[in-house]
């Protein structure tokens, strides 16, 4: 069966609606923009009565059909950038639990050993542990009271241009069916004709590709490179971890080779909206636990979710999780290339900011309060094209001097060679971590990177039984009770699709799949995937007798086939807004 790809609708009218600023992406990013220009707005009012700016024409487009409910993180948030945004927040924001233990542990197969003394980096006393998604939605509902819309339910799907100049952004087509042409129910995307385009659409967003692409952005810096967190919540039995008790793990089941670690979160609510479990009792006694995988491993075997799976069976895992039950799963790429793989953040029209632009501090695995600040100072700038009325490339330009200006630096400065310390192994990289602690992130003032799929290995240069790597390859079976195939896990994710629409997994060339990949990597993207989109059918027609073929109702929306594919010829584009997981309590 030909697979037919989601693509732009030939000879399509797409009305159009005036903007002044629209945010692409309702995450703490994208919130934190809107909340901020909101703010600013208020206040240049209250000054000048004569001069009233309108918050009317400004705008949040969000995929999903709920604010965060396409959030995941681990999560733990730093309150530096909300004390800034809305000072005394902790009253009434979602928090689960103050951070009050915390411990670092080094694994091997069967045993564990917690350092002596936490990294400076993984001290995490004074922060919060959260429910992302519960957070994600108390900012829209900030948002909305402070006056500006948030279309849910929206996605954006392309930018647009006049010459080199960004000028807003088409919205998602709504009534496509699977051969790519239009329903009874048919409704054409908008084009939002925008002064300021703001791109906050997480990692790997498809819009901020595609400009980075047209400009050529990332010319002279070091790649993005990016790890796949794969995510569980748990109800456990009382008295196994207290809300608020942090435990980070380095090691198993991760061989020296493959960079990575697990981190484990005693926190509050469940499932649910409210935080209460299903069953409506409050609930103390969860356990967000997950591990990410950097997407910079060698064997195409590798599956990450399998990883999860193997780490939970660890006794010092296995214990904890012991007569529990799994409440959720999802999973979501992270940038962790850091300073050096940040694009230029603005340009004429647009400004691109929280993991969409990178700001994440790998060593500290944190970027909630990044993302935040980036958007605040990008409201800044907004605030400050729209009282100009000039959004040209030199306004705009004023968000990178903010940013170079402010603590995101000052953060992201120190860390800037984390990542790029671990490309020799596990060993190496702690030993480069002593010496940027000593050397303020030095000696060298910039080490390379390279992308991380060019490190995936052809499958005849490894061990057919997998070596050291043996628990980490391929689907993981699952006993249904502590460890779960990836079908299972996926139930737990909630996400659900229009079924009659195009792919929107788009690959250039099945050909490579079907006569390349398969050979030599071993399809790759059958591990690497979390939801089991990808699989590869047998086809006595195709030429290795197996052909790719696709489920993208399954898909969570991590982005790591686009990342981590090794021709690089999948593209994520959005599928019909509102489809997606459904992250409630995640
Ligand atoms: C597994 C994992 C664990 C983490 N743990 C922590 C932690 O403990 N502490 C911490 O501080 N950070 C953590 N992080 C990082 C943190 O979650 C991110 O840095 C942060 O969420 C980035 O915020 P953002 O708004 O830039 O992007 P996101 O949170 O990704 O939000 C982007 C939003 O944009 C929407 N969107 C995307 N594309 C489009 C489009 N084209 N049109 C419309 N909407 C779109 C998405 O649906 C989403 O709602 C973790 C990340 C992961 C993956
Ligand atoms: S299809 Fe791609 S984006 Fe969707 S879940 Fe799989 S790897 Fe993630």
Redesign the pocket.
């Given at each position: 069966m030909t697979l037919i790809f989601r693509k732009p609708l030939p000879n399509v009218e797409h009305p159009e609606m005036p903007a002044d600023v629209v945010i692409?992406?309702?995450?703490?990013?994208?919130m934190a923009c809107a909340l901020r220009l909101s703010q600013l707005i208020d206040e240049h009012n209250a000054r000048h009565p004569e001069a009233q700016l309108s918050k009317e024409n400004i705008y949040v487009?969000?995929?999903?059909r709920e604010a965060g409910q396409?959030?995941?993180?681990?999560?733990?948030?730093?309150p530096r950038s909300m004390k800034e945004l809305l000072p005394g927040f902790e009253r009434e924001a979602p928090l689960d639990a103050a951070v009050h233990k915390e411990g670092v542990y080094f694994l091997t197969r069967t045993g564990h050993y917690k350092l002596p003394i936490t990294p400076p980096a993984l001290r995490d006393h004074g922060n919060y542990v959260i429910s992302?998604n519960k957070f994600v939605k108390w900012l829209a509902s900030k948002v909305e009271e402070a006056g500006i819309t948030i279309f849910t339910g929206?996605?954006?799907?392309e930018l647009l241009y006049d010459g080199n100049r960004v000028t807003g952004v088409r919205t998602d087509d709504k009534g496509v069916d699977k051969l790519n042409e239009q329903k009874s129910n048919f409704e054409p995307g908008y084009d939002v004709k925008a002064k300021v385009v703001v791109l906050?659409?997480?990692?790997r967003?498809?819009?901020t590709k595609q400009l980075i692409q047209k400009f050529d952005l990332m010319k002279d810096r070091n790649p993005q490179t990016y790890g796949v967190?794969v995510?569980e919540l748990w109800e456990v039995p009382a008295g196994r971890i207290q809300a608020g008790e942090v435990i980070y793990t380095m090691g198993y089941p991760l061989t020296t080779k493959e960079y990575g670690g697990a981190?484990i979160y005693g926190s509050k609510g469940g499932g649910s909206k409210d935080g209460n479990s299903r069953d409506g009792a409050s609930k103390e006694n969860i356990v967000s636990l997950?591990f990410?995988t950097g997407l910079d491993y060698q064997d195409p075997r590798l599956d990450p979710q399998h990883v999860l799976q193997t780490f939970k069976q660890h006794p010092f895992v296995a214990k904890l999780l012991a007569g529990g039950k799994m409440i959720r799963y999802g999973a979501?790429?992270?940038p962790y290339g850091g300073w050096w793989s940040l694009p230029p953040l603005a340009g004429d029209g647009w400004m691109v900011?929280?993991?969409?632009a990178g700001f994440?501090n790998s060593a500290r695995?944190?970027?909630?309060?990044?993302?935040i600040k980036s958007g605040m100072l990008a409201a800044e700038t907004a605030f400050e094209a729209l009282t100009k009325d000039d959004s040209a490339a030199a306004t705009l330009a004023q968000f990178q001097k903010r940013v170079e200006s402010s603590w995101l630096k000052d953060e992201l400065w120190p860390v800037r060679n984390f990542h790029q310390g671990f490309k020799n192994g596990l060993v190496a990289g702690i030993f480069n971590t002593g010496l940027q602690t000593i050397f303020n992130g030095g000696p060298a003032k910039r080490l390379p990177s390279h992308a991380g799929q060019e490190n995936l290995k052809p499958l005849a240069s490894l061990p057919a039984d997998g070596g050291k790597e043996a628990s980490l390859l391929g689907p993981a079976k699952g006993d249904g009770k502590l460890t779960f195939d990836k079908l299972t896990d996926l139930y737990h994710s909630g996400t659900k699709h229009e079924e009659d629409q195009p792919a929107h997994l788009v690959i250039d060339d099945t050909n490579i799949c079907n006569e390349r990949c398969v050979k030599e990597f071993g399809s790759p993207c059958q591990n690497f995937c979390p939801a089991n989109v990808y699989e590869m059918l047998d086809d006595s027609a195709a030429p290795n007798g197996k052909r790719i073929s696709l489920n993208p109702s399954n898909c969570v929306?991590c982005k790591t086939c686009d990342i981590e594919d090794p021709y690089q010829i999948i593209t994520w584009v959005?599928p019909e807004g509102g489809g997606g997981p459904n992250y409630d309590g995640m």
């Open positions: 692409v992406g309702g995450g703490p990013a994208g487009l969000e995929k999903a396409h959030c995941l993180s681990g999560a733990l948030l730093d992302i929206f996605a954006g799907s906050a659409e997480g990692p967003g498809s819009l967190g995510k981190w997950g990410v979501k790429s992270l900011i929280g993991d969409s994440l695995l944190k970027g909630i309060h990044l993302a929306h959005p």
